[in-house]
């Protein structure tokens, strides 16, 4: 990002705010800033924002919401998407407004002949994307290459006579998805404490997954609690690595600011497990939907403040954020 993007982006105010000359005349304003979103006076102490760098949608989601946007667009009747598109009500809210309807099960879609169906990042289960298919509706599959690739190694080592551990939520649609793709046992764990409570054949072979957006070192940890207790296990690890990526910045930023806040929706499992990351490493966490959620509690004491977000939290919103924390505190 050059010098005047910079300005521009953030405009003069925050220029003179920031100390921007200052950087530009040492060389390094470049890498500074595609971070940092500004140090800032503040009683005569300056306090750093930092934004991480991989807050936000990733590019699974910004598939499937782009692809809902695009049917609208085109001006399609009847658009429907299987499940909310992405956990963020602003965005759902925004769809439903253009006339996208969410629904839920496929007995939704009877008695209707034309429309569209768009399958979410997450993914369906197997039986789910057969009847949506045999609807007669038009179905574009927006399921995340990442949860995919799931699908087909559950499907191909069931097939082979493996048995199938599913770490991870049992309750998100996403697992739900995985554990429809295997064709014989599957179990899913849902964390460390589970593992030890996990009690099957240990004269199986077992192929072990992971929910794309599972906390890495409890993924870690649950299979070396699986593996110590006697079980023959493969394992692949799933974790998307836009998860990975976002996971380990928020945790890096998280121990080292003052407060912390992470912006997701309610719902999103990512969004809770980068709370959950973030709270470890900095008391001061906050967890907001958006900025009307956001009551923080700032002293004089606080020099830095980390800005995250989950997958489904639109660039908007983390704008809206990062401007307030750097104008009102
Ligand atoms: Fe796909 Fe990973 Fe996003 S699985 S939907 S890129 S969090």
């Known amino acids: 990002m050059s010098a005047d993007a910079i300005v521009e982006l953030y405009g003069e105010k925050t220029h003179s705010q920031c100390g921007f000359s200052e950087f530009s005349e040492v060389g390094a304003a470049e890498d500074i800033f595609v971070t940092v979103a500004g140090l800032f006076e503040r009683n005569e102490v300056y306090m750093e924002v930092i934004v991480a760098e991989h807050a936000g949608f990733c590019f699974g989601v910004t598939k499937a919401v782009e692809t809902v946007y695009d049917q609208i667009q085109k ?18 809210g925004d769809l439903e407004k253009k006339g996208v309807k969410v629904i839920e099960n496929p007995a939704q ?120 207790n006697g079980y023959n296990i493969n394992i ?29 929706g309610a719902h999103s499992s990512n969004s809770r497990k980068l709370y959950e990351i973030c709270s470890q490493r900095c008391a001061k966490t906050y967890f907001i939907q958006t900025l009307d959620d956001l009551k923080m509690d700032i002293d004089a004491s606080v020099n830095l403040v980390g800005i995250t977000a989950g997958a489904s939290t639109p660039k908007n919103i983390i704008e809206e954020v990062q401007k307030h924390v750097r104008t009102n505190i």
């Open 75 to 92: 001006e399609k009747k009847n658009i429907y998407t299987f499940g909310p598109i992405i956990h963020n009500e602003t965005v759902v």
């Open 236 to 264: 692949v690890n799933t974790i998307c690595n836009a998860t990975d990526e976002r996971q380990s910045e928020a945790e890096e930023i998280a121990s080292k600011a003052d407060v912390m806040i992470v912006i997701g």
């Open 109 to 228: 879609l009877q008695g209707i002949s034309e429309g569209t169906v768009i399958i979410r990042s997450h993914g369906v289960t197997r039986q789910v994307h057969q009847e949506l298919e045999s609807s007669g509706l038009d179905i574009i599959d927006a399921t995340c290459p990442f949860v995919k690739r799931i699908h087909k190694i559950v499907d191909e080592e069931s097939a082979k006579g493996k048995s199938i551990i599913v770490v991870g939520s049992e309750t998100h649609p996403e697992v739900e998805g995985i554990v429809s793709y295997a064709n014989g046992p599957v179990f899913v764990v849902e964390s460390p404490e589970k593992a030890k409570l996990f009690n099957e054949n240990r004269e199986l072979e077992y192929t072990v997954v992971s929910q794309t957006t599972y906390n890495k070192k409890k993924f870690q940890e649950t299979i070396e609690i699986i593996n110590n």
